[in-house]
């Protein structure tokens, strides 16, 4: 569970952060989305306690994350990837933060296994490719077993197996009732991990629902229907509340009614109907209209090419 | 990998935050890197080496004179100076090395209450530091005297010399401080090179400036400067323009308490 009230955090003149409140549940993945420089990872360095608010609060697992006898237990974090000394191996590194706790090499050597770092954990972390190094990052915040993991940008760097694997750990730890919060910049990858979600742009709330509820609600769902009888479908249909746009000859793409409704009409009126589904607009559809006011580092067209 | 394995384990949840935990995890990292060893064993070869051939040097060429004792501890003990410079750095290394890969926010998080990472890290310096400098030191007059001995004709220094004890031992603390000194620089500046750049300025250039372009009223306030404060506790000739040896030694001591509380303040309450 992550409580966040209120909180604020400035740079000099720049707000990072602006007055942000939402929780985290535990029991499943929650997304973290948001445009760069957004303040996504402004936000999880301060539910670490890493920065200090300008204002505002935060509580993890409903207690200040500073007081807690047992840190290691609370919380698992995964920041920027390869945060090592390039000297050091992956095991001592992983030994130096579980011994904090009483963590020893059992659980060491588990951990590293378990992201298929065994081959070379003695090795110098400094000849490690970007995927390894997000590996030792996430066997970081494992170590613990905490009861709260969050990771900011997790899936950078992983090869196509390593995405899976990630994905599949997300959703075991939340259903062992972990509270799991994660960032990503891969929205079909997110829409495939995450259940619920929380959007910022330039520091402020835009969205706090299920990835199902925020698609919905920001983009229109369509009823796409193929008819040689196009033309005289469309008539039929002609409602105030009703948006058809022809899709070519013989497809009509229709918002703002239900695909029954439609079936329900055409035959009635005899209308053969030889495709007819719904369209949903995909999570990236859905990201890019509720931030497109928000985007402060945008790039700008390609003419210029 | 598989994503099994994670549900099946059998291992305890982490333990609760403790400082001895803490202090093996800091022992952990700094037996873990290269640069602690080489740094240690320079300071080996320095401390040891450099005042051996010294005095070898000088009984071997041309007529070495009877000096009196201090004189010949200083002599031996002569490596300590370019010593400070190669265990400040191991000092500056003690947080800079985890402010420049990013580490130290790990350290942080899993170490909220954040002066225990300053005390275990302090502590693992001290621990490693002192005695070594120290058996060094001795090793170096052992070796420094038996070469001042076997040449004819010149009497032996002694340990027991009180001038002398002062310098061998000396020499040792005020480096170990200077060490100190260089941990409270690299976690108040947290770069590497930023805070070399402050060591050797503070504690090799500065008493060469002050030397040079002080004006002759005030020549006298140099003294107060940390190398030579220190200094005055083994390598300086004792006159008006030096602290006397103790007094230059505590305030070396108070030079390190003072960067060191200034670095727990900046640790405690600002951004990670
Ligand atoms: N330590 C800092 N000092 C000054 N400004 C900062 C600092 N950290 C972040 N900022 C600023 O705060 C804003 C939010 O940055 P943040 O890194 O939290 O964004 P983000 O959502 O993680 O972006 P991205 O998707 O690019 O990772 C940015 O404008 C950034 O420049
Ligand atoms: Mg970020």
Redesign the pocket.
């Known amino acids: 569970m992550i409580e966040v009230e209120n909180l604020t955090k400035r740079?000099?003149d720049?707000v990072?952060v602006d007055g942000l409140t939402f929780s985290v549940a535990p029991g499943v993945v929650t997304g973290f989305l948001?445009?760069?420089?957004?303040?996504?990872?402004?936000?999880l360095r301060m539910i670490a306690a890493l920065d200090v608010p300008t204002s505002g609060r935060v509580r993890v697992n409903g207690r200040d994350y500073r007081s807690s006898p047992a840190p290691m237990a609370e919380l698992g974090l995964l920041l920027e990837a390869k945060a090592v000394h390039p000297g050091r191996s992956a095991r001592d590194h992983l030994l130096a933060i579980g011994q904090t706790a009483g963590i020893g090499k059992a659980r060491v050597n588990e951990v590293i296994e378990m992201v298929g770092l065994g081959d070379v954990a003695r090795k110098r972390v400094g000849g490690f490719s970007l995927g390894m190094g997000q590996r030792v990052g996430i066997a970081v915040a494992l170590l613990g077993r905490p009861r709260t993991v969050v990771m900011?940008?997790p899936v950078n760097g992983l090869d196509p197996e390593g995405v899976r694997w990630i994905r599949a750990l997300l959703r075991t730890l939340a259903d062992e009732g972990c509270t799991v919060f994660y960032?990503s910049?891969l929205m079909s990858e997110m829409a495939q991990t995450a259940t619920n979600l929380i959007v910022i742009g330039r520091?402020r709330l835009i969205a706090c629902s299920t990835v199902e509820q925020f698609i919905a609600k920001t983009t229109a769902t369509s009823v796409v229907v193929r008819s040689p009888e196009a033309a005289r479908l469309r008539g039929l249909l002609g409602r105030a509340d009703v948006r058809i746009a022809p899709d070519g000859p013989d497809l009509l793409r229709i918002d703002g009614i239900t695909p029954e409704e439609v079936g329900t009409i055409a035959s009635q009126a005899g209308v053969p109907v030889f495709d007819l589904r719904v369209e949903r607009a995909s999570l990236e559809e859905a990201f890019m209209q509720a931030t497109h006011d928000s985007v402060?580092y945008g790039a700008t067209g390609l003419e210029n090419l | 990998m598989t994503s099994a394995s994670f549900t099946k384990s059998t291992s305890p949840v982490a333990g609760n935050l403790t400082m001895g935990g803490v202090l093996r995890s800091e022992w952990t990292k700094f037996r873990s890197v290269r640069s602690t060893w080489w740094l240690l064993s320079m300071t080996v070869i320095l401390l040891v080496g450099l005042g051996v051939i010294v005095v070898v040097l000088e009984v071997n060429t041309g007529a070495p004179k009877q000096q009196p004792p201090y004189q010949v501890a200083q002599q031996i003990e002569f490596g300590a100076l370019i010593t400070q410079l190669v265990l400040g750095v191991l000092g500056i290394l003690m947080f800079t090395g985890e402010y420049g890969s990013g580490m130290i926010r790990i350290s942080v998080s899993v170490v909220p209450r954040r002066l225990m990472l300053l005390w275990a890290k302090l502590s693992v310096l001290c621990v490693v530091v002192l005695p070594l400098t120290l058996v060094s030191s001795v090793v170096a007059f052992m070796l420094g005297e038996f070469a001042w001995q076997s040449h004819r004709g010149l009497k032996p220094v002694g340990f027991g010399d009180p001038q002398v004890t002062r310098i061998v031992i000396g020499s040792a603390l005020v480096v170990a401080v200077t060490a100190v000194c260089g941990f409270g620089m690299g976690a108040i500046i947290r770069s590497t090179a930023g805070s070399i750049g402050a060591l050797v300025g503070i504690f090799f250039v500065l008493p060469l400036v002050a030397q040079a372009a002080l004006p002759r009223g005030v020549a006298g306030l140099a003294r107060f400067l940390p190398s030579n404060a220190g200094d005055a506790l083994w390598g300086g000739t004792i006159g008006p323009r030096s602290m006397t040896p103790w007094s230059g030694f505590a305030l070396l001591c108070g030079y390190a308490v003072a960067l060191v509380a200034v670095a727990a303040w900046r640790l405690r309450r600002g951004?990670a």
């Open positions: 740079y000099g720049k990072a948001g445009p760069n420089g957004a303040g996504k990872s402004t936000t900011d940008e960032s910049h520091g402060e | 951004d």
